[in-house]
RNA sequence: GCCCGGGUGGUGGAAUGGCAGACACGGCCGCCUUAAAAGCGGCUGCUGAGAGGCGUGCGGGUUCGAUUCCCGCCCCGGGCACCA
């Protein structure tokens, strides 16, 4: 993969100089870091039990403690190895972590690796290196990286998504949605047994009537292959030459190209296997609401999903019925014409042989007879890029197809166009044109001179064209006078009455596309026989090992040959793809589906591997699932109780999982709906990059901030932006540079004191000393610099200390709970300060020992260090965590400030519990010049506050 | 255009109806040192000689009191976008 990441020189923290030989230094540092690491591995301290099987532990401090499940999004291991900004989350989670287990909870955090993907295989088409030995590579760096922060991981858990032991049931799991189907009466999914059964009794009739024993092997087959959540269908999809693979329809950007790599993506049709996530829309999104998410999130993922509520209304023209969907059926006295998508399948029967008497002369695009328009517009639309779709979204165009419909309220014959401004994938693929209350319909309705009818009357000011707000129905006969949502229900019991519609939902979200045309994925356990027709392998036949080849490149294929579809790199390795198995009826030849799945597939579900990781009779254990991710109580979701990630997945990866998650738990194989019920977006650092009046970027390191203003690299001026942290960009800071010149605890420390998790903020190298400084203060409170002996008496603390304490591990706790390392830093540089201050003989022990305890979830190694020479045998990471006294507190007394007109007047100390009456006395004698021989109007005394 | 966030010193940020700027960086001054670094101590929102005045994007409002709550704008970041 790629070189190793330049990087920028970092000043050492002390000079050469002569320092005390005991200090706490980089070199110090590093020295007790790599001990307690070492210790740490040798005594498998970060293991948590569970509660029964291979790792429960009974005599661990935490069997059977109350769990909590701390999680990061895995990272995908990628060459470029990591800069300061990738381990923000895991400190974040590892302090989240330390802390909780020091109040007394048994938690799981392990880390993982999201291997499978493209990177590794475009370097394996450039190279010819096999993306299994790049990839593992970098996955022992990454853990290596890791290792030096000190994250608190349980290693034994760790699983990576290529694993053979692991994808064996990312495969399994596959096998579980590909037997089952969506029974929406019982509004869950059941094993496809369940369906088969009910065909073969009669209790469900099969799509034409005929009984099932009458049907043929191969109808029965592709009835119950229509049913199944995974299936192969043929059908519209992203195909993106330049990665050689169709994309999902969320790995597509709003303006046409790849997510990945940013190639074109072009619409094409092509045989795919499909994930049916649409059947779970209503619970994907219903549920949103009872999980603990960042709103945003929320919103994007009900946006993905798209719900919208309104009605079928049917169009008669002869010999058949047009099929629209609409929010506003209430408009229907309004609808003066329609529009088909130009790949509506009804078009073709649809259009008319002649331009009908009468046909306005704009609307036939010039043509001589609607055959020709429909099949010239065809191609225009067809022709469009989805850039140029969108740029010339105000543009209304569209043909007449030269038929008409009958607009079933008012029995008028209104015509019906096609234009590409309606989606063939939304909805029906046809709407009903109505101006008077859409904006988009009224541009069209103005290009074709099109009747406009107000169906609801405009407040009087308004000046504008089409109506969307509310108010009275107007020229709509029996609605007049209704208000919309009236209108709605009334137009709506009218068209189930009459036959011309229903109440409708229609949603935006799309099933899945899950076959990618790539080498480097899970493969499918699906062969095919001569039929053409999927057979899923039995459990027993699993794992389906990816087999080895030489040549990884992805072919091309002729798009314009419908026909044709793109050579997979597994298609290659033709003594796998051919192959004989005795499914039960002897052995036989089958063909291996030559597809690999996206891979999405195997962070759908890694969380549950986390918990079992061993396992090779299940895909997780009931009984440890049920310990850290079943529901605490009825009607919780369950899941794991904190997830913490990057918003860039909002869509993607996290719906995808709450899908899978979904079908597990309808199938009986978890016991929790959902998989993360408390999901936090950690920001991004950022950083500082400058260019040289060329725009050549200049080492960020060597930039100086000028007198006069401005920035400046060797006297030359540079132009500062805001951004990334890149490689070209010159700005790259990494962890191994902070480790080497300050220790792993100080660039921990520093992190979480930067500013709340959820934000993203500059990088800024130069701040980093000031977390160093409370380090070193702190371990200057217990161990004498010169001669490396303890330095903590036994003697009280003074009261003024005591009460800053105890002030401080409440607020800490409080920080805490709350994930709000950087103000639980801030009160322990507080104390550290006030410790240093009236230290002269030694730090007394009340106060030393809870600050060490407080400083562990953050500097970790320190910590450890100095509950060691505290005379501590047993490491930190399950000592108590201190408890605040709340006698400690209330002070004995309160300065009150005095405000007079809501200005600070002065102030007045009193006896805490002093009555009303004493500091209303007090307050007014206070600030009794500034009144003069004014008369206050009104006092007011907020006990203990103002 | 619509939907989410956000706007506080030179910088990162703190305070969620009650002393704006905790904590940290940077800067200035001092101690220590032959000297420098490190360390330690002090000062550091703006303005003013001072008393004081002003100050949380802008303009209103509620309140004894607003960074915090309400209304209307402006700007920045992110998401969605012909979704009927």
């Known amino acids: 993969m790629s070189e190793a990441t330049d990087t920028m020189a970092v000043e050492p923290a002390s000079g050469a100089g002569d320092v005390p030989p005991f200090r706490y230094t980089a070199a110090m540092a590093n020295e007790i870091e790599a001990r307690w690491q070492d210790f740490w591995a040798d005594n498998g301290t970060f293991h948590s039990p569970n509660p029964s099987g291979p790792l429960a532990d009974p005599g661990h401090p935490r069997y059977g403690a109350e769990k909590l499940y701390v999680l990061d999004m895995f990272p995908y291991p990628s060459g470029a190895g990591l800069h300061v900004g990738h381990p923000l989350g895991y400190i974040g989670t590892d302090s989240y972590a330390r802390y909780q287990r020091m109040v007394g909870r048994n938690v799981l955090h392990t880390m993982g690796f999201d291997a499978f993907?493209?990177?590794?295989?475009q370097y394996a088409v450039q190279t010819g290196q096999h993306p299994r030995a790049t990839t593992e590579a970098n996955i022992e760096r990454y853990r290596s990286q890791l290792r030096r922060l000190g994250l608190a991981h349980d290693d034994r858990r760790s699983v990576a998504t290529i694993d053979v032991g692991f994808y064996r049931w990312t495969q399994w799991i596959f096998l579980q949605v590909f037997n089952s189907w969506y029974d929406t009466?019982?509004?869950?999914?059941?094993?496809?047994?369940?369906?088969?059964?009910?065909?073969?009794?009669?209790?469900?009739p099969t799509p034409d009537g005929r009984r099932w024993a009458d049907l043929s092997e191969i109808e029965r087959r592709t009835i119950i292959d229509d049913h199944r959540l995974a299936y192969v269908a043929e059908a519209p999809v992203n195909w993106c030459p330049g990665l050689g693979t169709a994309l999902a329809d969320a790995e597509v950007t709003a303006d046409g190209r790849s997510e990945r790599g940013n190639f074109p993506v072009f619409k094409r049709h092509l045989r795919q296997w499909m994930m049916r996530i649409t059947a779970y829309a209503d619970r994907l999104l219903a549920d949103l609401d009872r999980l603990d998410w960042p709103e945003k999130v929320r919103t994007m993922q009900r946006n993905w999903i798209g719900r919208s509520v309104g009605a079928h209304v049917d169009f008669a023209f002869d010999g058949g019925t047009i099929r629209v969907f609409t929010t506003r059926p209430d408009t229907l006295f309004g609808a003066t014409y329609l529009v088909l998508a130009p790949e509506h399948a009804a078009v073709d029967a649809l259009v008319a042989a002649a331009w009908p008497a009468g046909t306005v002369a704009a609307w036939t695009g010039g043509h001589a007879t609607p055959v020709e328009a429909v099949a010239s517009y065809r191609r225009f639309a067809a022709g469009k890029s989805d850039v140029e779709r969108q740029s010339d979204a105000k543009e209304k165009t569209g043909v007449f197809i030269g038929a008409y419909a009958t607009n079933p309220v008012t029995g008028a014959g209104i015509p019906v166009f096609i234009a590409d401004y309606v989606l063939a994938g939304y909805g029906t693929g046809a709407i009903m044109g109505v101006p008077g209350q859409d904006e988009r319909d009224w541009e069209f309705a103005e290009v074709f001179e099109l009747p406009i009818i107000r169906t609801v009357r405009p407040p009087a000011d308004f000046a504008g064209r089409a109506y969307t707000g509310d108010g009275p129905a107007i020229n709509s006969a029996f609605l007049d006078g209704l208000g919309i949502a009236d209108a709605k229900a009334k137009i709506s019991e009218w068209l189930t009455a009459e036959g011309h519609g229903t109440d409708a939902i229609t949603y935006r979200l799309r099933d899945w596309l899950f076959s990618r045309q790539r080498y480097w994925g899970e493969p499918f356990p699906i062969v095919y026989d001569d039929t053409g027709l999927p057979i899923a392998l039995p459990e027993s036949m699993l794992p389906v090992e990816l087999p080895e080849i030489d040549d990884f490149s992805p072919r091309t294929f002729a798009p314009d040959d419908a026909?044709?579809?793109?050579?997979?790199?597994?298609?290659?390795?033709?003594?796998w793809v051919q192959v004989t198995l005795d499914l039960g009826d002897g052995p036989k030849r089958y063909t291996r589906e030559t597809n690999t799945m996206p891979n999405w597939a195997g962070s759908c579900w890694y969380e549950l591997r986390y918990l079992d990781p061993d396992d090779d009779k299940a895909f997780v254990d009931p009984d440890s699932e049920r310990y850290w991710m079943g529901p605490r109580r009825p009607g919780d979701v369950g899941g794991v109780d904190l997830y913490v990630g990057g918003v860039e997945h909002a869509v993607l990866h996290l719906l995808y999982a709450r899908f899978w998650?979904?079908?597990?738990?309808?199938?009986g194989h978890v016991s929790s709906e959902e998989p993360y019920r408390q999901l936090y977006n950690q920001g991004y650092i950022q950083a500082y990059a400058y260019t040289d009046a060329r725009g050549v970027y200049v080492p960020a390191d060597e930039v100086v901030e000028s007198a006069q203003g401005g920035y400046r690299y060797r006297d030359q001026p540079v132009t500062r932006e805001y951004g990334k942290m890149g490689k070209s960009l010159r700005n790259v800071v990494t962890p191994e540079d902070m480790c080497s010149a300050y220790g792993a605890d100080t660039f921990r420390v520093y992190e979480m004191s930067m500013g709340p998790l959820d934000v993203s903020r500059p990088w800024d190298t130069r701040a980093v000393v000031g977390s160093q400084r409370f380090l070193q203060r702190l371990w200057r409170l217990v161990v004498d610099e010169n001669t490396g002996q303890t330095r903590v008496v036994d003697s009280p603390a003074d009261d003024e200390s005591r009460r800053l304490l105890h002030r401080v591990i409440d607020g800490v706790r409080t920080d805490m709970d709350g994930i709000r390392m950087n103000t639980a830093i801030a009160k322990l540089i507080e104390l550290t300060n006030r410790a240093t201050v009236v230290s002269t003989v030694g730090t007394p022990r009340e106060i030393a020992e809870p600050l060490v305890l407080m400083t562990a979830p953050f500097a970790p190694h320190l910590a450890e260090e100095l509950w060691h020479r505290l005379g501590?045998?047993?490491?930190?990471t399950y000592a108590s965590f201190p408890v605040a006294d709340p006698a400690l507190l209330v002070d004995a007394t309160v300065t009150y400030p005095v405000q007079v007109n809501g200005k600070v007047r002065g102030r007045v100390e009193v006896a805490a519990d002093a009555a009303e009456e004493t500091v209303r006395a007090a307050a007014l004698a206070e600030v009794a010049d500034h009144l003069g021989d004014r008369e206050p109007r009104k006092v007011i005394v907020v006990a203990g506050r103002m």
């Open 185 to 204: 009466d019982a509004n869950r999914a059941r094993p496809i047994a369940d369906l088969i059964a009910a065909y073969a009794d009669g209790s469900r």
């Open 563 to 575: 026909a044709s579809n793109p050579e997979t790199p597994l298609s290659r390795a033709t003594d």
């Open 117 to 121: 993907g493209l990177p590794a295989e």
């Open 872 to 876: 501590h045998d047993e490491t930190i």
């Open 661 to 667: 998650h979904k079908v597990l738990f309808d199938l």
